[in-house]
């Protein structure tokens, strides 16, 4: 019997807590603020953007989205972050990749307060994450651990294989399992014969942005795999980098998307913007 790991009702059960939470702190005056920064409209960007306006609502936080347009400059961008640094509402600020091609990704990182990175891309937070003091973390990756605790599912000693290298998937990913003491490799597209080394693996992570692009060869019978992916495919259809049908009948337990990693990613923002905004008020 395969496992569908469902993130959907995981989050929901986590929210119901952080909610409990939101309100204690409500009566202590405090308010939690998150901002969301928008420059163009990237489809995975648009997804994130709605359904965290509707988690942030749902709980009491404030969230505040600011948008500019795909043409917006370095410099403009690096205005609205300047101002949000200073804003005493605002816990955390998550300016939302990838950025159009004229805007410096990591100029704009670097110009976030570490202490409002409520994504943990900033360099700080990176090198305490790979250090093993971590401050806050990347949300889909924290998502990811949050739910494979939820179900019990145990990272220590696991052969942990990662598709993806990105800044904010693959390589957090890497740490939080390096830090949770599996054996890790990470994979990217120069990665010759990929499904030799995927096959190994007790636990694959899968951040690449194709869709359905890992099939049951891919897999060692009885692995869990992690989908990551928000892909359309010829039909329109939202599906993951990993090819469900096939797959869910060699694994031992399976994220589908929607309803998978992406709901998980939007708790972890959540919870660690609750985690900020303790901070900054002292309790
Ligand atoms: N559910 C959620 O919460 C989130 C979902 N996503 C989704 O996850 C996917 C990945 O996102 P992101 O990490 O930002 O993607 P990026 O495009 O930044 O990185 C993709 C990575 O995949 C690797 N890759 C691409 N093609 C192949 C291939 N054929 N074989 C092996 N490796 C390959 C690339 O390798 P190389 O480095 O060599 O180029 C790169 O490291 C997307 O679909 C995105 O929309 C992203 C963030 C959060
Ligand atoms: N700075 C930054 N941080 C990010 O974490 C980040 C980003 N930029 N850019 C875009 C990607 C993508 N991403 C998603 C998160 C949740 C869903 C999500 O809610 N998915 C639902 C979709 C359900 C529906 O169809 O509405 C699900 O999988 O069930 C999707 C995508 C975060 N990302
Ligand atoms: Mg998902």
């Known amino acids: ?33 998150l901002a969301v920064v928008l420059v163009g409209d990237d ?4 997804i994130y953007v709605r359904n965290k306006q509707r988690r942030a609502q749902e709980l009491g936080i404030t969230s505040v989205l600011r948008r500019l347009p795909s043409s917006a400059t370095q410099a403009e961008v ?44 900033h360099a700080n937070n990176v090198g305490r994450l790979w250090e093993n003091n971590p401050g806050v973390v990347a949300s889909t990756p924290y998502g990811i651990m949050a739910l494979l605790k939820h179900y019990g599912i145990t990272v220590a000693g696991k052969r942990a294989v990662i598709i993806g ?10 740490a939080l399992l390096l830090n949770a003491d599996a054996t890790v490799t990470m994979t990217h597209s120069k990665t010759p014969d990929l499904f030799a080394v995927t096959r190994e693996a007790d636990l ?30 010829a039909a329109g259809k939202l599906v993951g980098d990993v090819d469900f049908d096939s797959v869910a009948k060699v694994a031992s337990a399976i994220t589908p998307v929607p309803g998978g990693v992406g709901p998980m990613t939007i708790a972890a923002l959540m919870i660690q913007t609750v985690e900020l905004a303790k901070r900054h008020h002292n309790g």
Do not use: C, W, Y
């Open 204 to 233: 694959l992570v899968v951040a690449i942005g194709r869709a359905q692009f890992v099939t049951a060869e891919a897999v060692k019978p009885g692995a869990v795999v992690i989908d990551v992916g928000m892909d359309r495919n």
């Open 1 to 33: 019997m395969t496992m569908i790991l469902d993130g959907k009702q995981t989050a929901n059960s986590l929210m119901a807590d952080l909610k409990t939470e939101v309100a204690a702190m409500k009566t202590r005056g405090i308010t939690p603020g």
């Open 78 to 121: 690096l205005a609205v972050v300047e101002a949000l640094n200073h804003d005493d509402t605002i816990d955390g600020i998550l300016v939302q990749l990838p950025l159009p091609e004229q805007v410096d990704p990591d100029a704009v990182i670097a110009a976030i307060a570490p202490s409002k990175d409520v994504d943990g891309f």
């Open 165 to 174: 290298r990105s800044n904010i998937v693959g390589r957090p990913m890497a």
């Open 43 to 46: 489809p995975a960007s648009a």
